[in-house]
């Protein structure tokens, strides 16, 4: 639909550009008031731009409040996402070109699996994490997240379409299967896996419910639990809570920014009509 | 290359995430059922001798107690305001990106994507910063004006609409990628066929765009119901359920239940709840697409 007049175009451009701002504003305001002093953040009426802008507060969360502490976790746990990404690259594999006894079945957990509401897996998961005797540690916070089923299930609608020619040429040549993975599957997959490892890389930056279950420990904590551990103890220190919250936002939308194309681009791909 | 090698194969691929997956989310559908049927706590995790099995008892006082239903009633309501709420706003979002030029289509595309990749702690932390009675921004703006301040998050009614605006403005990105994508792919033939035979805009609209777009609705509707039934992170962060329970979602009431009462019985019992109800929502849909359909 094209807009017919010229009083329609600006009509359209108008609302766009009075949602995008109100879309932007709780970001902007964020920024802003994290460069302000405690004072003036509660300051009535609020200023716009910081009058003394400081880094105090991004200086307090690293000094004070442990933030290199929950970065570091925070980093160790995007890691592992991506190894898992790796291992539900070669289940969708193993599932898209390889025929194998009760792969059917198979296929069937990942399904099931993948419509089911975290909520329900929450409690029991956490059993099993403390009759292994995980809780409270990296592994029991990372090894429940390392598979996600739809992953799977998305890499293995790509992998079906692969030519069998392509990979039973590779084998006729004498290559191994790791061999073919890594050096012939991985190369044609690019497109759908860079996709996922963004999503992989925002997914586990913003992890939040599983690491809060199992860290009783302030240093096992990420930056999402952190953040909500100091937004208790400092109610009314907004401009902490900003830096804080910037320090978690920021760094994603730039992320984001860069590598927006691709994301966008998956979504046509991905083939949702 | 050797027979068993051949065989061994699949298993290198699939296995460990075959593994982990039946560990840690297939098991624990069916551990949930068991457990929601016993009265295990921390006390039964210690020595498991102590759990007892109790059969439906949590389930018949889940739905005695006036917590867990009025976290169903907010859930519900969560769900009939804010679903709609969600698909029409990024509906037309995606419609008026549609009707203008690919420059500022990309750019305020990107801008209302924004949101659904940040982390839902920091997000509602800042909102709660936005929100705040005394030193919020909202209320600034309002007494600009001569509103009186809004208890944004102080008054239980208020409150739930306050969370609803927010998950809106959050939820919004992904949804309207898939509308626009799938307003990208209406052939133009239809709206130059419509044209010759003299249709203005809005027959246009009614009889060619949103037809077309009925399984992306579809698709985006059934995602957001759940997703809103689900609804946990800006209850947890921003009010706790508060105040007087009138944001606890039923999400929020299980984490409760497990994690601070460590109830966990009745809280998987809870869960059950849940899932059951985030099933017959989903039917219910599937009949209503079928239905539609058949026209």
Not at chain 1, 60 to 83: A, H, P
Not at chain 1, 166 to 193: N, T, V, W
Not at chain 1, 204 to 220: C, E, G, Y
Not at chain 1, 240 to 250: D, H, T
Request: no cysteine.
């Amino acid at each position: 639909m094209e807009p017919k007049s010229k009083l329609e175009k600006f009509i359209v451009t108008f609302l766009l550009v009075f949602g995008g701002i109100s879309v932007s504003l709780p970001f902007i305001w964020m920024i802003l008031s994290s460069f302000k002093t405690e004072r003036e953040v509660l300051q009535i009426p609020p200023t716009l731009f910081p009058q003394n802008p400081t880094f105090q507060n991004y200086l307090e969360l690293f000094q004070n409040l442990n933030f290199d502490v929950y970065l570091v976790n925070t980093l160790i746990i995007v890691f592992f996402s991506m190894v898992g990404l790796l291992l539900n690259t070669m289940a969708g594999y193993g599932f898209g070109k390889f025929e194998f006894r009760g792969k059917e079945i198979w296929f069937m957990v990942v399904l099931v699996t993948m419509m089911l509401p975290g909520q329900i897996t929450m409690i029991p998961t956490y059993l099993i994490i403390n009759e292994m005797g995980l809780t409270n540690t990296m592994t029991g916070i990372v090894l429940p997240g390392l598979i996600v089923a739809f992953m799977i299930f998305l890499i293995r609608q790509f992998m079906v379409t692969v030519p069998d020619d392509l990979i039973e040429a590779a084998r006729l040549d004498g290559a191994g299967e790791i061999y073919i993975f890594f050096k012939l599957i991985i190369p044609l997959a690019k497109p759908i896996l860079s996709v996922q490892v963004i999503l992989t890389f925002i997914a586990s930056w913003n992890s939040f419910l599983w690491p809060l279950i199992i860290a009783n420990d302030q240093r096992l904590y990420t930056l999402s639990v952190g953040l909500s551990l100091l937004q208790d103890q400092y109610a009314t220190n907004y401009g902490l809570q900003m830096a804080g919250s910037a320090f978690m936002v920021v760094p994603i939308l730039i992320i984001f920014m860069i590598f927006q194309k691709y994301l966008v681009e998956g979504f046509n791909v991905s083939g949702i009509k | 290359m050797t027979k068993w090698k051949y065989k061994l194969m699949p298993l290198f691929f699939i296995g460990p995430a075959v593994l982990l997956l039946m560990v840690f989310s297939f098991a624990p559908i069916f551990l949930s059922l068991g457990i929601s049927f016993t009265d295990l706590t921390l006390i039964g995790l210690a020595d498991w001798s102590k759990v007892n099995f109790v059969g439906f008892e949590n389930f018949v006082k889940l739905f005695q107690d006036e917590v867990f239903l009025e976290s169903i009633f907010n859930t519900f309501f969560y769900v009939i305001i804010g679903v709609p709420l969600a698909v029409s706003s990024s509906l037309v979002i995606a419609l008026l990106l549609s009707m203008v030029g690919k420059w500022l289509s990309s750019t305020f595309r990107l801008i209302y994507y924004m949101p659904s990749v940040t982390n839902i702690v920091a997000i509602a932390v800042v909102w709660g910063f936005l929100y705040n009675q005394q030193y919020g921004l909202f209320n600034y703006i309002l007494s600009l004006v001569n509103i009186q301040s809004v208890p944004w998050l102080e008054d239980p009614l208020v409150a739930k609409f306050s969370l609803i605006i927010l998950a809106v403005w959050k939820s919004n990105g992904v949804s309207m990628l898939i509308f626009l994508a799938a307003l990208q792919s209406i052939p133009r033939d239809y709206y130059e066929a419509a044209d010759i035979d003299g249709a203005n805009r809005w027959q246009k609209f009614f009889k060619i765009t949103l037809p077309s777009m009925s399984f992306a609705t579809f698709f985006v509707t059934v995602t957001t119901v759940i997703g809103w039934l689900q609804f946990f992170e800006e209850p947890f962060v921003m009010t706790d359920g508060g105040p007087l329970n009138g944001t606890n979602s039923m999400a929020l009431y299980i984490y409760q239940r497990g994690f601070e009462y460590n109830d966990f019985g009745y809280a998987a019992a809870a869960s059950f709840v849940l899932f059951i109800i985030v099933i017959i929502a989903t039917i219910i849909q599937f009949r209503f697409r079928k239905k539609d359909q058949t026209l």
